[in-house]
């Protein structure tokens, strides 16, 4: 593609038998982050999250990157050469989607392709789950053109690695492939590049089965817990679940009685029968 994309074709999404397939669209450009594409992203999350045909969310990038970072001429140099106001609103064009990814109502998962590299680990972490093809490449590249990795990028890496590989990684400025980053815990599993559709589908299709009121308190309460005490988190815990017990009761009591009362059901087996919920 020769001519310059328009704003709204940076991203591409379809939905299908509830899942929401979101993509990175600037394959010629290796679907770098652009002020462009990050406020396409934003519009395309906006317009999904609260849609009653998406069930899970799939962040996925077209032709052979998931996205190769910040795009270093769009978002850096011309951004940068506006002055400070431009800058920092391009950074919060960026910095607010990832934002608005890791609390998303609906669970989302990372389908990394190919080449996932610098500000890319922004939305990455931003995911609940991410599946890597295995010859996928990661890499902070930052410190190879002479930058620490900002946007996030250091933070993501000590969140998901060991103190020394996140340091190793940071300094190196090497790649890792999927089989790598699963190793590590930057995704949860590599497969070949031919099954990676069909195994997030796969996954998917799990948490379609769920209460969606208990994944999203869930989700939230994985990502908050983290930072807590015990003492704090078990206070926090308690009140995340009666908070989602207000929001969905009927789930809840139908799951319970498919259990206790029918014996229809055994959740060390799945999720109850959502479907006899009004029954
Ligand atoms: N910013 C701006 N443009 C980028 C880009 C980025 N992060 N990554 C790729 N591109 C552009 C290239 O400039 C090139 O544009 P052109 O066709 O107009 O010359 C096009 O995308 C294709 O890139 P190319 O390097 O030829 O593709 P490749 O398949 O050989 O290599 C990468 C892919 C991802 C390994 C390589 O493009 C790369 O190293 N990109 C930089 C990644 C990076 O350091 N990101 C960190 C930013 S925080």
Redesign the pocket.
Known sequence: MTQERKEEDTVAYTVENGIAWVSFN?P???N???PKLNRQKMRVLDTLEFDDSVGVLVLAGEG??WS?????????RETEVLGLGRTRRAQSEAYGWWRRLRWYQKPTIAMVNG?C????YGPLHACDLAFAAEDA?F?L??I??GIL?G?G?TKVATNLLSMRNAMYHTMMGENIDGKMAAEWGLVNEAVSADALRGRVIEVANVLLQKNPVALKAAKDAVKRVAEMTYDNAEDYLIRAQEAANSFDNDGRKEGIKQFIDDKTYKPRLGAYDRSRQND
Do not use: H, V
């Open positions: 600037r010629e450009k290796r770098c982050m652009s052979d990157a190769a970072g910040m795009d270093l001429k769009e978002y850096f080449w590299f610098g500000g890319a490449q890499r590249s930052e190879n053109w990795p946007g990028a």
